[in-house]
């Protein structure tokens, strides 16, 4: 595992010790129990029955979650419950930014890089189907884990488009809400024990993905519409510099706020001032409570 | 294009208010069900698959988990012991009046669809879907 990576962030973490204690230790899995089709308790009852060892975390009154302390089976989806769709094995920081998006009934929602739809159908959840989701991904073999977790978890109200989501045809100026969870370096999965390739190369490439993918969430969405922004990197340039750039094609970023700790965005990066309000921006550290690590933006179109 | 509004209101005796949530769309053999108001041109899939067309009309388990817990007919219960076995895929005693596809669940969740006749209950739980050996 590339952990010396990390030590670009020792100026912008807080307790940087506690930080990099906490990647070495592989994270606790967690659930999200289904209220489209059961109730969260009976759900979790279920499993306790079974030999599960679950602390629940109310992240949101939609959102029933809990973290796996202990388990009679070696995966969590090694069950009857997990086929009946009564919950998704997801962890903590990846079910905030629905929560983030606030996503409400009768809206139209664009899922950009959605597969494999642990987000997609957790905003379903919230909406209880009463809404549409539009979930986009490229990716052939994603797209068929996409619709299957779809089918499993009941979540009627959202159609699946395969295509790469930087091509918006058909679908400018429709959506009230758009959650871009974007491709990223994906630092934080290293948690999960992924040694997964770290370098500033790659940082770069994806920086420059993520801001042609934020040129799109702005044709897609309505005026005053809301776009969710978020990936499961720390690095500065695949966040505030993508936030930076969407302000200066016509965002504005909004607080964020969120049922687990965070610290907010950093102004400066490698000698690179960006807008003052890029503190809005959310930056959730596996440390802080024990999760996943996310960093999280709120943006608002603003009306030409 | 069927009526599957209608047909799940007969057959299950499921409400209209619930049943006309839902826009039924055929492609191929398959009926999906919709909830979202906005229909793209292209689609890999649109909403949950509800029916597959054969020689009858199917009922997909995924659609009776969604609106299951709304059936007042042609509902199954079964007790703890059956459970296992039907998520298998084997078949058990039914009720000899019951005919054709009906919901299986328990008191708290709905398994599926399973298929009565002559008085036996046949799992129709995709393969996908079916118990194994290492879960519990």
């Known amino acids: 595992m590339n952990y010396e990576h990390f030590e670009r962030y020792r100026d912008i973490i807080d307790d940087f010790h506690a930080f990099m204690d906490c990647l070495k230790r592989q994270v606790k899995y967690s659930i999200r129990a289904n209220t489209i089709l059961a109730k969260p308790e009976d759900v979790f009852s279920a499993l306790e029955e079974k030999g599960f060892v679950l602390r629940k975390i109310p992240l949101h009154p939609r959102v029933p979650a809990a973290v796996i302390e202990d388990m009679p089976v070696k995966h969590p989806g090694a069950t009857m419950e997990h086929f009946l769709g009564l919950y998704y094995v997801q962890e903590l920081a990846s079910m905030l930014p629905p929560i983030a998006l606030s996503p409400k009934s009768g809206e139209i929602i664009v ?3 959605a597969a494999p739809g642990s987000k997609t159908t957790e905003i379903a ?16 073999p994603r797209i068929k884990a996409l619709v299957s977790n779809i089918q499993r978890m009941c979540s009627s109200s959202v159609v699946v488009i395969h295509r790469d989501a930087r091509y918006t045809k058909g679908l400018e100026g429709i959506a009230d809400k758009v959650l871009l969870d974007a491709p990223c370096s994906s630092e934080s999965t290293i948690r999960k024990g992924v040694d ?3 370098s500033e190369d790659i940082i770069r490439k994806m920086s420059a993905l993520q801001k042609s993918l934020i040129r799109a969430a702005h044709r897609i969405l309505k005026d005053d519409g809301i776009m969710v922004y978020s990936t499961c990197t720390f690095a500065p340039e695949e966040n505030e510099e993508v936030v930076d750039y969407a302000i200066n094609i016509g965002f504005e970023v909004e607080k964020v706020f969120l049922p687990l700790r965070y610290e907010n965005g950093v102004e400066e990066w490698n000698g690179k001032t960006y807008d003052s309000s890029v503190r809005n921006i959310a930056r959730v550290y ?7 690590g996310i960093v999280i933006a709120r943006l608002r179109k603003v009306s030409d | 294009m069927r009526d599957y509004a209608k047909y799940l209101i007969e057959r299950f005796g499921i409400s209209e208010e619930i049943v006309r949530k839902f826009k039924f769309v055929e492609r191929g053999r398959s009926v999906w069900a919709f909830t979202g108001k906005i229909i793209p041109n292209k689609w890999e899939s649109l909403g949950i698959r509800a029916f597959r067309i054969g020689k009858d009309i199917k009922p997909t388990t995924d659609f009776l988990r969604l609106i299951g817990r ?3 007919k042609n509902v199954v219960f079964l007790s703890n012991d059956e459970v296992n076995n039907f998520m298998r895929g084997e078949s058990l005693k039914c009720n000899g009046k019951l005919h054709g596809y009906v919901i299986v669940r328990t008191d708290k ?3 599926g669809c399973g298929f009565c006749k002559d008085g036996k209950l046949i799992s129709m739980i995709p393969k996908r879907y079916r118990f194994q050996d290492t879960w519990i």
Request: hydrophobic share 45%; glycine share 6%; aromatic share 6%.
């Open chain 2, 109 to 111: 969740f709905i398994l």
């Open chain 1, 111 to 113: 899922d950009m890089c």
């Open chain 2, 70 to 72: 709304y059936a007042t």
């Open chain 1, 196 to 198: 997964v390739k770290l």
């Open chain 1, 125 to 140: 959840q919230i909406i209880q189907n009463e809404g549409t989701i539009i979930a986009i991904d490229s990716s052939a």
């Open chain 1, 286 to 292: 596996p440390h802080l409570d024990d999760t996943g």
